[in-house]
């Protein structure tokens, strides 16, 4: 009730406005990154520039904040530390600088907006809510202006020591071949040292944003030994960084290698390697350079979609339907809730029916087989089948009718609640 009476100084109302940006704080910067992204769709390339933006955004929010509320100068003014990797990131990834400045000035329009709605609601109108709205644009404007000049030199300084090194000029012939228009490849094969004529494997491999570069560029070395045990040596190997961060990969490999993602993951861990793995499918040639490329794209989409708790390791030839369907995000959640019924509700008792089903219908409808793989006694496979499929209905306990079903099921293993229905609140 105090904030709904009129505050009777200029100093109280930005002190409310303060209040309710911090209260709800995971609103406003979801909300504010989401209309950030859609003016500027270059910064909605994936889950990894979401997680990064939203970060910079908070620290952000937070600074302003304070600084609503001290005698800060203009010089004391600091980006964000994330807010600066962020800008490093993208300069990275040749995202332009005008879209990184851009996002500022559209989160300084959402930010003064909803702060003078703010001002209005706890001033009561009259010359107080007019001297702590000007106070708010002073403030935010020399807030960001200071921000932007400081991103802007930790970007072109980034752009430069990137584009500089080899890496750089790796990536550039790289890009060139993937988007086709790399014409001379025998140009190409000598500079990247590898040879586009044999078959390839493609990868992508990413760390958590708490590595710093060195020990990044360490973790994806030793990627590369685990790999060579679990393969055994490449003809050739072809390491690209995206950014500090992630690389891509190819590894000139004989024709029938097989991928055991499990082999894989299990050498990370023996090894104690942080590091996320995305394999394409087996290609020949400049097209299936390409080709592997892509895949391994589409299975990071879908490890990032999954969340930090998804598998380590994912392997195209594992999930290569999955993967396509999640290219639209929204048709596939709709996908799974027509196919799964009731099942598709996110709760504990629906995951082990879930995965019971699953397991059932991966080792051809075998009770023992499953109860085996899933460590329990037979009836209780048998119990959580009928529950799951009387959930699903009768379309998948027929022989060659539980295709759909499969996939919606593999869908749910892999992306949880991204495609899961919320549990209806019963209050």
């Keep these: 009730m105090e904030q ?12 409310m406005v303060a209040q309710t940006f911090l209260r709800d704080r995971h609103q406003f910067v979801g909300e504010l990154s989401q209309l950030m992204r859609t ?11 979401r997680e990064l933006m939203e970060a910079g955004t908070t620290d952000n929010l ?43 000035r559209v989160g300084q329009a959402g930010f003064l907006d909803t702060g003078m709605r703010y001002a209005i609601e706890f001033g009561g109108g009259g010359p107080v809510t007019t001297s ?75 760390t958590g944003p708490q ?19 679990v393969f055994g040596r490449a003809h050739a190997t072809l390491v690209v960084p995206v950014d500090d961060h992630e690389i891509r990969m190819w590894l000139a490999w004989p024709a029938g290698t097989a991928v055991d993602s499990g082999a894989i993951a299990r050498a990370l861990t023996a090894r104690g390697v942080p590091v996320r793995v995305a394999i394409g499918g087996y290609g020949t040639g ?55 019924g009731e099942l598709a ?30 460590a329990v006694h037979r009836n209780t496979v048998q119990y959580r089948v009928r529950q799951a499929l009387d959930m699903i209905g009768p379309h998948a306990d027929v022989p060659g009718g539980d295709l759909y079903p499969r996939l919606a099921l593999q869908a749910t293993e892999l992306l949880g609640t991204a495609v899961l229905r919320p549990e209806p609140d019963r209050n």
């Design 4 to 15: 709904q009476r009129a505050a009777h100084s200029t100093e109280a109302v930005v002190g």
């Design 39 to 49: 003016q500027l769709p270059v910064l909605d390339r994936d889950e990894r520039l």
């Design 62 to 104: 937070m600074e302003i904040l304070q600084f609503l509320q001290n005698e800060a100068g203009e010089d004391d003014v600091r980006a964000p530390e994330r807010a600066l990797a962020y800008a490093r990131i993208l300069a990275q990834r040749d995202v332009p600088a005008a879209a990184l400045i851009r996002a500022y």
């Design 132 to 206: 702590a709205i000007v106070h708010i644009v002073n403030r935010t404007s020399v807030y960001i202006d200071r921000v932007c000049e400081q991103v802007g030199v930790a970007y072109e300084d980034e752009r430069d020591r990137w584009s500089g090194n080899r890496s750089g000029l790796q990536r550039q012939w790289v890009t060139r071949l993937l988007d086709g228009t790399v014409t001379d490849t025998d140009a190409a094969e000598q500079y990247l040292r590898y040879p586009l004529s044999r078959g390839h494997l493609g990868i992508r491999a990413w």
């Design 211 to 229: 590595l710093d570069p060195a020990t990044a560029a360490t973790v994806f070395d030793q990627l590369r030994t685990a790999l060579t045990t």
């Design 286 to 340: 400049l097209a299936g350079f390409r080709r592997t490329a892509a895949q391994a794209g589409r299975v990071r989409r879908l490890a990032l979609l999954g969340g930090d708790h998804g598998a380590r390791v994912l392997a195209h030839a594992d999930v290569a339907a999955v993967a396509l369907l999640a290219g639209d995000i929204e048709a596939l959640r709709e996908f799974v809730a027509d196919q799964l």
């Design 345 to 374: 509700v996110d709760n504990e008792r629906n995951l082990w029916l879930r995965e019971t089903l699953r397991v059932f219908l991966a080792v051809n409808r075998s009770y023992a087989a499953a109860a085996t793989r899933l």
